[in-house]
Structure formats: structure tokens, C-alpha cells
């Protein structure tokens, strides 16, 4: 497991419906935050990424797209020709589960909205939600509650929002900023909460599971 580095995972949408689509993708490793956002047509500000990094103490780079269809094939790109290249692992909190999951099942369906192929190739993945479910006694089971619970406050602070639907309503206003510092702070939190529990946990507490198509 330690042998491979962390790349944690998370998505912002319009909803939770088969028709909702993506807003935010982010992926976060010890080197920086790499994120996409889908204006819907929208234009944010040219200084979007410096204000951005202006408030976060690792760097961030985003891409700015017009659509989700642009979104998804940017971030295809860059997975296939960045992160299945690494000797790295997806990590993503509720992100897919034996019992369920949400990021992975609704990128899977945008993807397939769009025609666009399954991008992850032979990427390992980790669902971290499990670890601190069965290993660790925590009163909570969200991200910012066993964060808060087993880390403490610091990028809880960060976080804009203080539930799921804030993101989608910033979003429809066109208020990127806090919607990307939303994203930054739950994919920190994730890969933090990661480091933690491999320090804690041995290799046989984690559930690892490819992310390769059959096809």
C-alpha cells in the first residue's frame, strides 16, 4: 500500500439524478491539486487560479471548461496520460463501496452519456470510508466529521460549505471560487485521512480493488 502514492479523488454534480451532470473533478496528490471545472457556458474570471492559490497553501492548477462533455475528455486525458503512468492509487471517501458509492457510479453514467471510454486503465483503487468504518472508533462516518474527529479542524476551516446542496446552488450562480475550494478541501481532507489510516492500519485492513474495464 505505502509503496504506492495517493491520489485522492472527489466530484461536485448538479444532483444525484441519472441526468445531472458534473461540475467539479478534482484529484489531489502530494505535488499539487489538479482540478476541472464545467462552466455550463458560464465565464469566470481570468484570475480564477491565482485567487485560487492565493488562499490555499499547496498549489492548484485548473483547467476552465465549457461543458461537461469538454470536462470528462480533459480529464480522460489527463489520466491516461498522467496518473495510469504513476506508481499511484486512487483513494476517494464514499467514492465506490461493496454497498455502494457515489463518484465512481455517476462518472461511469456521464461518461457513457458522452461515449467517452473508461479512462482509469489498471489504476488500483482504495475506498478510505471503509477503513475508518471497520478500523478506527469514531462517532461519525462523513468526511468532515471522522476528519474533524481524528485530525482536527484545519481544512474543515477551509471548507466553504457546510452541506452538499451549497455546491450545487453556488454553482447555478456562477460562483466558481467557493465551489473549487469546496472540492480542494474534501480531496485534502481525503488523501490526509489516508496517510492516517495507513500509518494505523496494515495492508490487510485495505480493501484494494483495479479500476480496469473487462473490455
Not at 95 to 115: I, M, V
Request: proline share 3%; glycine share 6%; aromatic share 10%.
Amino acid at each position: 500500500m505505502t509503496d504506492l502514492s495517493t491520489v485522492a479523488f472527489d466530484i461536485e454534480t448538479t444532483g444525484f439524478e441519472t441526468a445531472d451532470q458534473l461540475t467539479v473533478i478534482g484529484f489531489d496528490s502530494t505535488v499539487a491539486s489538479r482540478m476541472f471545472l464545467n462552466t455550463d457556458g458560464g465565464m469566470p474570471s481570468d484570475d480564477l487560479e491565482e485567487r485560487l492559490n492565493g488562499n490555499l497553501n499547496a498549489p492548484v492548477r485548473l483547467s476552465v471548461h465549457g461543458s461537461e462533455q469538454e470536462l470528462l475528455h480533459e480529464m480522460s486525458v489527463f489520466v491516461t496520460s498522467t496518473l495510469t503512468q504513476r506508481d499511484a492509487k486512487l483513494v476517494a471517501y464514499n467514492g465506490e463501496r461493496w454497498s455502494g458509492g457515489f463518484d465512481l457510479p455517476f462518472l461511469r453514467t456521464r461518461l457513457c452519456t458522452h461515449a467517452i471510454d473508461w479512462p482509469f486503465g489498471s489504476l488500483p483503487y482504495v475506498d478510505v470510508m471503509d477503513v475508518f468504518e471497520k478500523r478506527f472508533n469514531t462517532s461519525e462516518n462523513t468526511l468532515c466529521g471522522v476528519y474533524e474527529e481524528l485530525i482536527g479542524h484545519g481544512l474543515n476551516d477551509l471548507d466553504p460549505f457546510t452541506d452538499s446542496e451549497a455546491a450545487v446552488t453556488t454553482w447555478q450562480d456562477g460562483a466558481f471560487e467557493p465551489l473549487l475550494t469546496h472540492n480542494v478541501a474534501d480531496i485534502r481532507r481525503t488523501r490526509a485521512l489516508m496517510d492516517l489510516a495507513e500509518r494505523y492500519c496494515s495492508k490487510s485492513d485495505f480493501s484494494m480493488k483495479s479500476l480496469e474495464s473487462i473490455a
